[in-house]
């Protein structure tokens, strides 16, 4: 028998129990959808946190003031400000992997513009701060070092800012009030979107730290910075720009060997890095999941298919008495299965990007269909038919056509 003739009698077989054939490719349909939905929400989800990840810049090492101890009672990191504008000098002086190094100062207030006003995030920053962060100016121009020197009024804001201050008006060269101090706006930031923590990196007012330091903020102690973003000369020097930062600020805060560190040092990489991992997990940990019902449906086709057979007893015994071998009842039975969780699995794969395409479209969950996944779903039920259909179909191919032809 040829193949062709086995996919006639297959198809034919299939339509005359349409109802059967559609419950027993649920399990696939259902299998398949979701493999192929849960792999776009993980892989969407994996691709924000990339992308996340990428917009806080590379290679970087994050020093905040740690906990300190004042007669007897001991503070929480951040408490105190143990960091200073010239500890970052210093580090980028002295540590030969460090590639750049910049303070922030932060605080927060209400920014207006002619009748606009909007509260954000005041940074304090250097001109080496949007070169760390990796951050372009889409309009205008950065900070230089007579503007941190020099403490001028000058201000670069985010898009958020420009987008709900200006409208459609150009910022460069108008002046805003921060805490009712004018600023002239002589830069624009490119859109970053959203940081790990889920804030919004664009809805940021940035200023010369020394002007933040002296003419806004205010504080009994002027030269603190609330944190140093260090920039290593490559991702390969990480662990040693740590060694050397850590070492040059012992030294500078007069730390003893026995002492606790008065500052923490984090790597960011590695913690950005731990977040994709586990994002990636996540991802596939669903797909697993999701795939467990693939199995389910092999199952039920299995027992449908042995159903079959029991019912076409009579049929296979005819078609062996007239000249058909083994091969051909196997290949008959083998192929309605594969055509049934070929069916299925293309139903399930429509399903899928719909299902895919509707959470993104209502709940805004990032998604993410790739070829790849449409291509492993579609080879799992290619498997699972093969898989699962071939003890029924050797089954029917094993039997005695005397037997069979007797069968009522």
Same mark, same amino acid.
Not at 54 to 80: D, E, K, Y
């Given at each position: ?19 059967? =054939?559609?419950?027993?490719? @649920?399990?696939? !349909? %259902? ?5 192929? &939905?849960? #792999?776009?929400? $993980?892989? /969407? ?9 990428? =917009?806080?810049?590379?290679? @970087?090492?994050? !020093? %905040? ?5 004042? &007669?007897? #009672?001991?503070? $929480?990191? /951040? ?330």
């Amino acid at each position: 028998m040829e193949f062709w003739q086995s996919f006639k009698i297959a198809l034919r077989a299939l339509r005359v129990n349409k109802m059967r =054939s559609f419950l027993t490719m @649920l399990g696939i !349909i %259902i299998g398949i959808a979701s493999v192929i &939905a849960m #792999v776009a929400i $993980g892989t /969407g989800a994996q691709k924000k946190i990339s992308e996340q990840i990428a =917009s806080m810049g590379s290679n @970087l090492i994050l !020093i %905040i003031p740690g906990s300190t101890t004042t &007669a007897g #009672v001991r503070v $929480g990191s /951040g408490a105190s400000p143990t960091l200073t504008y010239d500890d970052a000098r210093a580090i980028k002086a002295e540590c030969p992997s460090v590639e750049e190094a910049a303070p922030t100062t932060r605080g927060g207030g209400q920014v207006v513009y002619a009748n606009q006003n909007w509260s954000t995030v005041i940074m304090g920053i250097t001109a080496d701060f949007l070169t760390v962060r990796e951050w372009p100016i889409a309009e205008g121009r950065n900070f230089t070092q007579s503007d941190v020197d020099g403490m001028t009024k000058n201000c670069i804001i985010g898009q958020t800012i420009a987008d709900n201050l200006f409208g459609s008006v150009d910022p460069i060269g108008k002046v805003i009030r921060i805490k009712k101090v004018p600023f002239l706006v002589v830069g624009v930031l490119e859109k970053k979107g959203q940081s790990p923590q889920g804030t919004d990196q664009d809805d940021v007012v940035n200023i010369p730290i020394r002007t933040a330091q002296r003419k806004l903020f205010g504080s009994p102690f002027p030269n603190a910075v609330n944190s140093i973003l260090i920039r290593a000369t490559s991702s390969e020097d990480l662990s040693r720009a740590e060694e050397e930062v850590t070492a040059l600020l012992k030294q500078r805060h007069h730390i003893g060997p026995n002492k606790e560190n008065d500052f923490t040092v984090r790597n960011l990489t590695e913690l950005l890095s731990v977040a994709s991992s586990s994002s990636q997990t996540m991802s596939i940990l669903l797909g697993a999941v999701a795939s467990i019902s693939l199995i389910v449906g092999g199952i039920g086709i299995m027992n449908i298919m042995l159903v079959s057979v029991t019912e076409r007893t009579r049929e296979i015994g005819i078609r062996m008495a007239i000249g058909a071998k083994q091969r051909d009842i196997l290949l008959q039975f083998l192929t309605e299965a594969v055509l049934l969780t070929f069916f299925g699995g293309v139903i399930g794969i429509a399903l899928g990007i719909g299902g895919a395409t509707a959470v993104s479209s209502l709940v805004g969950w990032p998604t993410l269909v790739s070829f790849q996944a449409i291509a492993l779903a579609v080879f799992f039920s290619a498997a699972v038919g093969i898989f699962f259909g071939f003890y029924p179909a050797k089954k029917a191919a094993a039997l005695n056509p005397i037997d069979a032809l007797r069968y009522e």
